[in-house]
Nanobody, 114 residues
């Protein structure tokens, strides 16, 4: 399984970023996908998830600001992040639960300055 996340960067509060995750090695259309984030002070937390049929769910802290989406043909999952806040600063990871195990890609760093 290969999960390659990209799109992080340094932005100011109120700006937007779009994270991408290219997924290889699984029958992508069958799996729920997720975006998680982690900081040195906090454990890794779920930011947004999307079912195989495209239903999204969100952490309370990002509802109304973030949107998760997927393309089952191109095998991508995206996280559109709007109105970013300094507390969104973290390393963001793409995730799939595959064959009884969480699989993680290399994270992408998002830094939001105030």
């Amino acid at each position: 399984v290969q999960l390659q996340a990209s799109g992080g960067g340094l932005v100011q509060a109120g700006e937007s970023l779009r994270l991408s995750c290219a997924v290889r090695g699984i029958n992508f259309r069958l799996y729920d996908m997720g975006w998680y984030r982690q900081t040195p002070e906090k454990e890794r937390e779920l930011v947004a998830g999307i079912t195989s049929d495209g239903t999204g769910n969100y952490a309370e802290s990002v509802k109304g600001r973030f949107t998760i989406s997927r393309d089952n043909v191109r095998r991508y999952v995206w996280l559109q992040m709007n109105n970013l806040k300094p507390e969104d600063t973290a390393i963001y990871y793409c995730n799939v639960f595959f064959r009884g195990d969480n699989r993680w890609g290399r994270g992408t760093l998002v830094t939001v300055s105030s």
